[in-house]
Each structure stands twice: as C-alpha cells, then as structure tokens.
C-alpha cells in the first residue's frame, strides 16, 4: 500500500541502485528525504546529479563489484553526516516547496 512507504522508508539504511540506465529516478530523493544512505551506478542520469561522490553518497560504475562493497564497508566505518546533506537537497521536493514554486508563476 503506498500508504506504507513512508514508514518502509524509514526503517531501511540503505538505498543500493545498481541500474545499468536510468534518467529519472525518484527513489534517490525518496531515499534522500528519509536520510538513507545511497549507493548508485553512474549509469543515473538526471536525478543522480544530486549524488556527488563520497560526499552524500556514492556513484560507482555498474561492473565494479568490489567498489560497492567498498563503499558500503566505508558507510559502515565514517562518522559523517550523510543524512543531513541528503535531506536538505531532498527538501526542494517536499510539498510547500513545490507548492510555492509552481504558484509563484502563475
């Protein structure tokens, strides 16, 4: 139920994304708005812009197995602030946010 999601989401840690080709994902600012820590391929166009390397998160390339399992292994052993990060990037989604811009221009 898409009711659920919310709390799906705010019971999960990770959002891992290995697409071999994606334009529009909005899993990654889902995941972002619930601080989740986000691991993508580079193969994620648009959205993925917002995923700058090891600072909020990590884009490693979709054939490298062993880079995934480090920057997962990196998650687990830095102290940083990943989510806030996420969630203030995520934020120019949120309802009001939107709301405003859109009635802005009318």
Same mark, same amino acid.
């Given at each position: 139920?898409?009711?659920?999601?919310? /709390?799906?989401?705010?019971?999960? =840690?990770?959002? &891992?994304?290995?697409?071999? &080709?994606?334009?529009?994902?909005?899993?990654?600012? $889902?995941?972002?708005?619930?601080? /989740?820590?986000?691991?993508?391929?580079?193969?994620?166009?648009?959205?993925?812009?917002?995923?700058?390397? /090891? $600072?909020?998160?990590?884009?490693?390339?979709?054939?490298?197995?062993?880079?995934?399992?480090?920057?997962? /292994?990196? &998650? +687990?052993?830095?102290? +940083?602030?990943? $989510?806030?990060?996420? =969630?203030?990037?995520?934020?120019?989604?949120?309802? $009001?946010?939107?709301?405003?811009?859109?009635?802005? +221009?009318?």
């Amino acid at each position: 139920c898409w009711n659920d999601i919310t /709390m799906l989401y705010t019971k999960l =840690e990770y959002l &891992f994304l290995p697409a071999t &080709f994606s334009n529009s994902n909005y899993s990654i600012i $889902e995941a972002m708005a619930s601080r /989740m820590k986000i691991i993508i391929s580079d193969n994620i166009l648009g959205v993925g812009a917002y995923i700058n390397n /090891m $600072e909020n998160g990590y884009k490693i390339p979709l054939d490298n197995l062993d880079e995934y399992v480090n920057a997962f /292994m990196a &998650f +687990k052993l830095q102290d +940083k602030d990943w $989510e806030n990060k996420n =969630e203030d990037i995520a934020s120019i989604y949120n309802k $009001e946010s939107v709301a405003n811009q859109w009635l802005l +221009k009318l």
